[in-house]
């Protein structure tokens, strides 16, 4: 009889301890996590550069951080910033605050505006056309615009921009100058952000704690504006991408949010100092294409990896 009961014992203790289908799962993804880790390291080491990622996955918070607290030029990448402050003053506006820019304010187009890089703005007639903030960041997401992206800072304020930057707990990135101004940026007037920062910020507005549902919703339909840039260079046609590229001598950035199938993430990838910019841009590209396969994996997969496709017609 002690030893029936031992040996019970022991059979309920290994049935105890026998690990659950969700935990069976959870180590499987955590091998998917690991290669994609081990192939942006890969990537890193290769490019003749400096190299900063931060991966977000929006369903469970896991992250993954290289070099992701490093300070980067931003070049327009820090128009997301931009974009983010005129959302804040449109949602204040419509809380009653006084002297704060909506998104239909007019503008009439001066000639004094423009600057180099600035394909829409330049065919604009002075003194006659007139078009609203929100046209102003079309320009500045979709083309670039950078005329339209000073007029932009102006009308919502740097120090806004940055105040808001601050009040989300974003201590490294800062709208220090103008699109195109050599003199500041030759003074290491620089804009700057980390690679955590960018997806922190990103991650906040998705979150709805920055802006209301429905300018959550703009925000990222403008941001989506189709554009060339690097991280959908690999990607399926028709995914929709919400993100913004960033392009100086030496400097190759993209940030953004993927919203691949049930499995939405944040990604920033930013490189510096390199010897050939399309080094950076296919660095991006390759940890960007990287990414989606194993997030489209565990968005379309079953907690055992089981993928079933439209129209499958595999034998089981």
């Not at 330049?122 to 046209?135: H, Q, W």
Request: with cysteine; proline share 3%; net charge neutral.
């Amino acid at each position: 009889m002690k030893q029936l009961i031992c040996l019970l014992l022991l059979v309920t203790t290994a049935i105890s301890q026998a690990p659950t289908p969700q935990q069976t799962a959870g180590q499987k993804q955590e091998v998917l996590w690991q290669k994609l880790q081990a192939t942006i390291t890969d990537i890193d080491h290769n490019l003749d550069g400096v190299l900063g990622v931060a991966i977000l996955d929006l369903t469970d918070g896991k992250q993954i951080l290289i070099h992701a607290d490093d300070v980067f030029p931003q070049a327009s990448s820090i128009k997301i910033a931009v974009l983010a402050e005129l959302y804040h003053q449109a949602q204040q506006s419509a809380a009653g605050v006084s002297g704060k820019a909506k998104l239909t304010d007019l503008y009439t187009m001066n000639a004094a505006d423009l600057v180099a890089d600035s394909d829409i703005m330049g065919g604009l007639t002075p003194g006659v056309t007139r078009v609203t903030n929100r046209d102003l960041a079309t320009m500045m997401v979709a083309v670039s615009d950078n005329s339209a992206t000073n007029v932009l800072i102006d009308r919502v304020g740097m120090e806004n921009v940055n105040a808001m930057m601050s009040g989300l707990g974003l201590t490294h990135t800062r709208l220090r100058r103008k699109m195109m101004d050599v003199r500041a940026a030759s003074e290491g007037r620089e804009n700057i952000s980390s690679p955590r920062e960018m997806m922190t910020l990103l991650e906040q507005i998705y979150r709805g704690k920055v802006l209301t549902k429905d300018l959550t919703q703009d925000f990222f339909r403008m941001l989506s504006t189709h554009k060339e840039s690097f991280i959908p260079r690999d990607l399926p046609d028709g995914q929709r991408i919400a993100n913004k590229p960033g392009e100086l001598e030496g400097v190759r950035n993209d940030s953004g949010i993927v919203f691949a199938q049930n499995r939405p993430y944040v990604i920033c990838v930013m490189t510096t100092y390199l010897s050939r910019e399309r080094s950076g841009e296919e660095a991006i590209s390759k940890i960007s294409a990287a990414a989606y396969a194993m997030f489209d994996r565990l968005g379309r997969a079953s907690e055992y990896g089981r993928v079933v496709s439209p129209n499958n017609s595999s034998k089981p």
